[in-house]
């Protein structure tokens, strides 16, 4: 896959090298986000999609490597969009993996399209960083977004919504209670 990569660049560099008279459309940088918000317990399947947004320019495909921590998330599967005739990715080989996807006889895409979609277990509490490092090209194979995204997944307890212990709400109803002890003191 690196191979692969390496031509693809050497193809973007050899077309601009050419004195190519066409800009390449700056392209809004693509997402990497979970489908569900979190915390997520263990034994959970959690996804993740890589897609790009509204106003992305034309494509013709995407490569890049996913990589994750292992000891918190295992991956259960990976779903590439069928609009994308071509699609690589081999699951047996150790991190990063390798996922590719392209057009080869259907119409570019464009727009806001899911690219990918990456299914997970949660393994253990923790939190826990997807990332994917690559490359979205145009049919003319210039280089619309190069670069690493990533997702953060919490596994286990949630801790935005603390509960107050017991002690410090006997102390607030004390407190409270001081206000009506000053008004019945001056009455005596």
């Known amino acids: 896959m690196r191979l692969s990569r390496f031509f693809a660049v050497a193809s973007i560099a050899a077309s601009l090298g050419a004195g190519a008279a066409h800009a390449v459309p700056v392209a809004p940088a693509p997402i990497l986000e979970p ?32 990589s994750f921590d292992t000891a918190l998330l295992s991956l259960i599967g990976i779903t590439i969009n069928p609009v994308l005739d071509f699609q690589v990715f081999d699951t047996t080989e ?9 057009v080869l006889f259907n119409s570019d895409p464009s727009g806001a399209q ?18 994917f490092e690559g490359i979205i090209i145009n049919s003319d194979l210039e280089s619309l977004f190069d670069g690493r995204l990533t997702s953060t997944l919490r596994v286990g307890e949630d801790t935005s919504s603390i509960p107050l212990p017991a002690s410090l709400l006997l102390l607030l109803t004390g407190v409270s209670g001081l206000p009506l002890m000053r008004r019945v003191a001056r009455r005596a």
């Open 114 to 131: 899911i690219l990918a979609t990456f299914e997970f277990e949660a393994l253990a509490e923790g939190s826990a960083e997807v990332a």
């Open 35 to 66: 489908t569900a918000t979190g915390p997520f317990s263990i034994g959970d399947s959690v996804s993740v999609e890589l897609s790009t947004v509204d106003g992305f320019p034309t494509f013709f495909g995407f490569e890049g490597d996913l």
């Open 94 to 102: 150790p991190q990063p993996i390798d996922v590719a996807g392209g």
